[in-house]
């Protein structure tokens, strides 16, 4: 079969076999391209691309996939803590094979029903979403929460978007580029002015954290997505304003839901995100230009769709 296959700098497509062992054999519908997928060839992962991707079962049933696999078996994997998985937890496109491929075979634990209304092309949206989620519940947002976020990139607005479904009475939104802007406007929220109870930095840089502490309130949650390297933290302003500084990894389950369920549904329930997020379809044979066109975010870009 085709697949796609880190080759830093860039990527290639190759011939490999199909994918044998345990799990439930997926068709491979679309896979999306993650800032992390790029971040991945910088680290030189030589992997098999892609952690955002929905397919279809040889049953018919349409399914979203879990890019980060617990073992299933230790204590936190049992409390549906999978993404602080005691033994170790595998990535999919870094650690382990990903999927941008024509086939995948995953663990039946780590697979979603799409419902109604979302279709399977389009949801991949559902992993990059539920980053989204478990960041908004790490900032236990719900309502009375006031939430701004640093970044609209395609998990900012899907951070956002997660927001109002879990009834934040106010949301804003700090864009960069003017379709990032046209995007927030597009959900109905506004630019941040400051003393936010909770906010979500997806910007990854240095300035973006800086920045949602700045625009934190005193005693306020800052929920980082972004994984650092050697940066100057804004200690003393966080210490200054008592503000809480949380990573937030991945996604799991809250109160007895998984997180991949809850966004699927939003994202089924709110078809504008997925006209919104997904500006360019690539066939997999051009997987190349497809990671050429995904590194340069000003350009209108959200999400890169690779198709087998």
């Known amino acids: 079969m085709r697949a796609v296959r880190n080759a830093p700098p860039t990527v290639e497509v190759v011939e490999v076999d199909e994918p044998q062992g345990d799990g439930e054999l997926i068709r491979v519908a679309a896979t999306g391209i993650c800032a ?39 204590a936190a994997c049992e409390q549906g803590n999978y993404n602080r998985c005691h033994r170790g937890v595998q990535g ?61 990139g395609a998990i900012g607005i899907l951070t956002a978007a997660s927001a109002q479904a879990m009834d934040a009475p106010e949301v804003a ?75 937030s990894l991945g996604y799991c389950g809250h109160h007895g839901r998984r997180e991949f369920a809850e966004s699927a549904e939003m994202l089924a329930s709110r078809p504008d995100l997925v006209r919104m997020l997904v500006t360019h379809r690539f066939p997999i044979e051009d997987a190349p230009e497809a990671f050429r066109v995904a590194k340069d975010r000003s350009k209108g870009v959200f999400r890169v769709v690779v198709v087998p």
Not at 54 to 60: M, N, P, R, Y
């Open 36 to 74: 992390s997928d790029l971040n991945y060839l910088d680290y030189g992962s030589t992997q098999i691309a892609g952690h955002e991707f929905a397919g279809t079962l040889e049953d018919g049933t349409a399914v979203a996939v879990e890019a980060i696999f617990g073992c299933g078996a230790c």
């Open 92 to 152: 999919l496109g870094m650690t382990d094979p990903g999927g941008m491929c024509e086939w995948f075979r995953a663990p039946r634990r780590a697979l979603v029903p799409l419902p109604e209304g979302l279709d399977v092309a389009d949801a991949f949206l559902v992993e990059p979403a539920s980053v989204a989620r478990h960041a908004c519940h790490m900032g236990a947002v719900g309502p009375g929460t006031r939430v701004a976020v640093v970044g609209a």
């Open 173 to 247: 939104v700090e864009a960069r580029h003017p379709h990032q802007h046209e995007a927030r406007e597009r959900l109905g929220v506004g630019t941040p002015t400051g003393d936010y109870d909770v906010v979500v930095e997806t910007g990854g840089s240095e300035s973006a954290l800086h920045r949602a502490v700045e625009l934190a309130r005193p005693g306020g949650t800052v929920v980082h997505l972004g994984v650092y390297g050697a940066i100057t933290w804004p200690m003393q302003q966080a210490f200054m304003k008592e503000v809480a500084l949380r990573p």
